[in-house]
């Protein structure tokens, strides 16, 4: 079975620092890849996904992720943390034989202090 | 378009009560995903529906829970009878399913339960 790892349930940055949110996938045949981000009292809101054209994947708000086969991860990243980046952000896998649906990380709050 | 809409926001019920969650998906999309969200347990699927037709409930917890989409445009989620360990964020979710599965779902903002 599909499963997906975020390592961090907290990262901490300061304003203007390097994103960096860790997901990791366990499959032997690539999945699909979606990271999405929750804002306080929100629902989940699509970041970015990967469905197998350029492995690098640019999504809103500054943010993008690299696919890497070998590492079997697809981790997120914005060059500089705004305070509105403060949220949760989930992990999500599906595989590509069939129809399933989504399995999320347990996810990773992102703090940023000024 | 809307979004995903969900009624109420917030729901306060005392333990044995029936609730009943309601969800209007976007406008044609043909899948409906229930979710719970908890801090013990993180986010849950609990049932998800294709066509108006249930596909797959293996997440509903127990009978307790009864999910019906009556047409394309109206989901509800039922709990009867309520108890406190059902207090969560209960999310629905829509997209347009695709043959290659990389369809996006577009989750409403929730339904905030308390039960005392």
């Known amino acids: 079975a599909q499963s997906v790892t975020q390592l961090g349930s907290h990262v901490s940055v300061s304003e203007g620092a390097l994103v960096l949110l860790r997901c990791n996938y366990s499959?032997?045949?690539?999945?699909?890849l979606f990271w999405y981000v929750q804002y306080p009292n929100q629902g989940l809101q699509l970041l970015l996904k990967?469905?197998?054209?350029?492995?690098l994947v640019k999504g809103i708000n500054g943010f993008e992720a690299e696919f890497k086969k070998s590492e079997t991860s697809f981790h997120l990243t914005k060059p500089s943390a705004h305070m509105s980046d403060a949220a949760e952000y989930f992990c999500?896998?599906?595989?590509?034989?069939?129809?399933?649906?989504?399995?999320f990380g347990k996810g990773t709050m992102l703090l940023v202090s000024p | 378009d809307a979004g995903v809409i969900q009624s109420p926001r917030h729901e306060v019920t005392e333990m044995g009560q029936e609730v009943t969650l309601r969800c209007k998906p976007i406008?044609?999309?043909?899948?409906l995903f229930w979710y719970r969200q908890t801090m013990m347990r993180g986010l849950e699927l609990l049932i998800y529906?294709?066509?108006?037709?249930?596909?797959?409930d293996s997440g509903m917890p127990e009978d307790r829970f009864s999910a019906k989409m009556p047409n394309a445009s109206f989901s509800t989620l039922k709990i009867q009878p309520s108890e406190p360990r059902d207090s969560a964020v209960y999310f629905c979710?829509?997209?347009?399913?695709?043959?290659?599965?990389?369809?996006?779902?577009?989750f409403g903002p929730g339904t905030r339960l308390l039960v005392l």
């Open positions: 979710a829509s997209s347009q399913r695709e043959t290659s599965g990389s369809d996006t779902q577009y």
């Open positions: 499959s032997s045949v690539p999945p699909y």
């Open positions: 990967y469905t197998s054209a350029a492995t």
């Open positions: 529906f294709n066509n108006n037709v249930p596909i797959d």
């Open positions: 999500a896998v599906r595989p590509r034989r069939g129809y399933s649906t989504l399995t």
């Open positions: 406008s044609g999309h043909n899948s």
